[in-house]
């Protein structure tokens, strides 16, 4: 079993940055690829950003402001967010899969997941 536990989120002005981390526990987390995903209430849960040993992928959306990565000697993945917009706001999960089988950004390929933390931006 593999437990996450999300940190670093708050609230921000547009144009700011914050960044979230990912402390995974219960196996060996460099095993695992791993993602942010974030959701806001009403819609799907939206892939941002993906990482595995040596490869990232971003959604469209974050491409050149947010970058993923992950140091295995701490078991913690990162999300850095760089000029942060109102539409970034969300909750942001972590999430844990054995491989990227279906994609990076889909839901379904992740078996573990952290119990999310808010991001706010506003204008």
């Known amino acids: 079993q593999v437990q996450l536990v999300e940190s670093g989120g708050g609230s921000v002005q547009a144009g700011g940055s914050l960044r979230l981390s990912c402390a995974g526990s219960?196996?060996?987390?460099?095993?695992?690829?791993m993602a942010w995903f974030r959701q806001v209430p009403g819609e799907e849960r939206e892939g941002v950003a993906g990482?595995?040993?040596?490869?990232?992928a971003y959604a469209d959306s974050v491409k050149g402001r947010f970058t993923i990565s992950r140091d295995n000697a701490k078991s913690t993945v990162y999300l850095q967010m760089n000029n942060l917009k109102p539409e970034d706001t969300a909750i942001y999960y972590c999430?844990?899969?054995?491989?990227w089988g279906n994609g990076w950004s889909s839901p379904r390929v992740y078996e573990y997941w952290g119990q999310g933390t808010q991001v706010t931006v506003s204008s």
């Open positions: 990482i595995a040993s040596e490869v990232t």
């Open positions: 999430a844990a899969a054995s491989s």
């Open positions: 219960g196996k060996t987390m460099s095993n695992y690829y």
